[in-house]
């Protein structure tokens, strides 16, 4: 580390913060992060669905218990307190590997957002 600066590391990007004190700092830091949370790609929910199956049939783990998910198209709602706008209300043909595909759809949740209808 650098005397005066942190080096943070988010979402590919290196960030240099200078350290000037604790408040200030702070609302850098915050002014950053909120930044790189709002540049979400943002795709229609057709996209959204083949992103999700996609991921899910790279996962060994599903690949290896024959499972095939099938799935809601994805539906759009006001922004939850997660920061995500969008939600998968069904998932069929998962047992044994639900905790799985929920995992897959909360990333994919992290990274894109839904067009408003």
């Known amino acids: 580390m650098v005397d005066g600066?942190?080096?943070f590391w988010l979402s590919g990007f290196v960030v240099f913060v200078v350290l000037i004190g604790g408040s200030v700092t702070r609302f850098v830091l915050g002014c950053i992060l909120l930044e790189l949370?709002?540049?979400k790609k943002i795709l229609g929910s057709s996209e959204i669905?083949?992103?999700v199956k996609q991921k899910i049939c790279k996962s060994q783990d599903l690949i290896e218990m024959?499972?095939?998910p099938r799935l809601a198209v994805p539906a759009w709602h006001e922004v939850d307190e997660d920061g995500r706008n969008?939600?998968?209300s069904f998932v069929g043909?998962?047992?044994g590997g639900l905790n799985e595909v929920v995992a897959?759809?909360?990333s994919v949740r992290d990274e894109v957002d839904i067009k408003q209808p």
Do not use: E, M, T, Y
């Open 5 to 7: 600066q942190l080096i």
């Open 37 to 39: 949370a709002v540049a």
């Open 49 to 51: 669905l083949d992103l």
């Open 66 to 68: 024959g499972l095939f």
């Open 86 to 88: 969008w939600n998968i």
């Open 93 to 95: 043909n998962a047992f």
């Open 104 to 106: 897959i759809i909360n």
